[in-house]
């Protein structure tokens, strides 16, 4: 089966904190794309990062960085120094075949 | 350079109809993946058009057809519509790794 698990359904933090979301995902290819998508209100998702799976060399790219490591399935993304225009729907989605797997997402609500 | 672009952005159907929607994808792009995202959950793969045919399809029944143009836009139709049907169709165009998504249509079933 394909599938993604981010076990934390919702994160609320106060501006300026670092916070991460957990993606583990279960894939039979053995190459393949990983992304975070994030959804605000309106409903529109946008493009954050895109990680492929034969490179696990970590990256930071501005305020978000992220953490993939192939043996456990994980791919975690970082946000430091959290904004209140940060607060939206995170969707974790490898692309399997062509086409993105989404999970749940994780709702995160970031306070002045 | 104009994004992902869908219409309409809201709609209302009773159950029974039938409901058309449309993307232009990105320019440049030329394949493009119809969602459909039920409240509270993520985006569900519906099918995929390249060269104006479907290249790959989720498990959507039968009454979910599409269409691809020349110009790579994209019609998504449903039909016999369910009360279940309700949700936001999201449309993504791509050309290579990434896809981009449009702002969505929030299609309600009454």
């Known amino acids: 089966a394909q599938k993604v698990t981010q076990a934390q359904t919702e994160i609320s933090v106060v501006e300026k904190e670092d916070v991460t979301l957990d993606c583990v995902y279960e894939?039979?290819?053995?190459?393949?794309?990983l992304f975070w998508y994030k959804q605000p209100p309106s409903g529109e998702l946008v493009f954050l990062i895109r990680r492929n799976s034969f490179d696990e060399q970590n990256e930071i790219s501005g305020r978000y960085s992220w953490n993939f490591q192939k043996s456990t399935s994980s791919f975690n993304f970082t946000i430091t120094a959290s904004q209140v225009v940060d607060s939206a729907v995170y969707f974790c989605a490898p692309r399997s075949q062509g086409n993105l797997i989404f999970g749940k997402g994780t709702k995160l609500s970031v306070k002045p | 350079d104009a994004g992902v672009t869908q219409s309409p952005t809201h709609l209302i159907k009773t159950r029974g109809q039938q409901v058309t929607l449309r993307c232009s994808p990105k320019s440049g792009h030329d394949t493009v993946s119809w969602y459909q995202q039920a409240l509270g959950q993520g985006p569900q793969f519906i099918f995929q058009?390249?060269?104006?045919?479907?290249?790959q399809r989720g498990n959507f029944p039968d009454r979910f057809s599409g269409h691809q143009f020349p110009n790579y836009s994209s019609e998504l139709n449903v039909n016999a519509l369910l009360l279940g049907d309700s949700a936001l169709y999201l449309c993504?165009?791509?050309?290579?790794?990434?896809?981009?998504f449009g702002q969505g249509t929030r299609l309600t079933v009454v």
């Open positions: 894939t039979r290819d053995t190459t393949y794309y």
């Open positions: 993504a165009s791509s050309f290579d790794r990434d896809a981009f």
């Open positions: 058009y390249y060269e104006e045919e479907e290249r």
